[in-house]
């Protein structure tokens, strides 16, 4: 009997009857797409370009010349296979093929910067092993050789001396 007066229904009336649609009004599809299409293209967009703006190598000429101040010299294309040691001498005295052409290049650019100088010593030095030291070191000296000038290729790492495996 409490719980019938407890629970007795109000004096209430309807004034006006509601309107709208029978759909909900949120969340729109169309919305919901536009924003996952936005995301889905913005997303890996902006990884690619963090990615690359994070990136250091150095691929060419072109990702030097406003970011050193030193002169260029010239540019060795890549030999062989990535990250495989080929220990071979490229230059040979007769050949024109695009490797000899560029170590003809880099021997003329730095003919040229020590041109005057009594400074007759090359240093080639790097952070990470396997980044071609020798490999230009003595390509570099076989191309002053050709040309008649006196070489003495040192290697200086008395751990992992690599020069005179280039034969």
């Known amino acids: 009997n409490e719980l019938s007066q407890a629970f007795t229904a109000y004096n209430s009336r309807v004034i006006t009857p509601p309107y709208g649609s029978d759909s909900p009004s949120s969340p729109s599809k169309s919305k919901i797409l536009l924003v996952a299409l936005f995301l889905g293209l913005a997303i890996p967009f ?3 370009y963090v990615m ?4 250091t190598k150095i691929r ?3 990702d030097l010349e406003d970011k050193v101040t030193m002169p260029f010299l010239g540019e060795i294309p890549q030999y062989g296979k990535k990250g495989e040691k080929t220990g071979v001498v490229v230059n040979k005295e ?4 695009y490797i000899n052409e ?3 290049v880099l021997r003329t650019n730095v003919e040229f910067m020590m041109r005057g100088d009594d400074s007759k010593v090359i240093a ?3 952070f990470n092993p396997g980044s071609g ?13 050709i040309k008649g000038k006196k070489v003495l290729a040192v290697d200086c790492d008395l751990r992992h001396g690599s020069l005179s495996n280039y034969a």
């Open 46 to 48: 902006g990884i690619l």
């Open 60 to 62: 060419g000429r072109k």
């Open 133 to 145: 030291k020798s490999f230009i070191a003595a390509n570099l000296a076989m191309v002053l050789a």
């Open 52 to 55: 690359q703006m994070l990136n």
């Open 102 to 104: 560029a170590f003809r």
């Open 124 to 126: 080639m030095t790097s």
């Open 94 to 97: 007769k050949s024109r093929d």
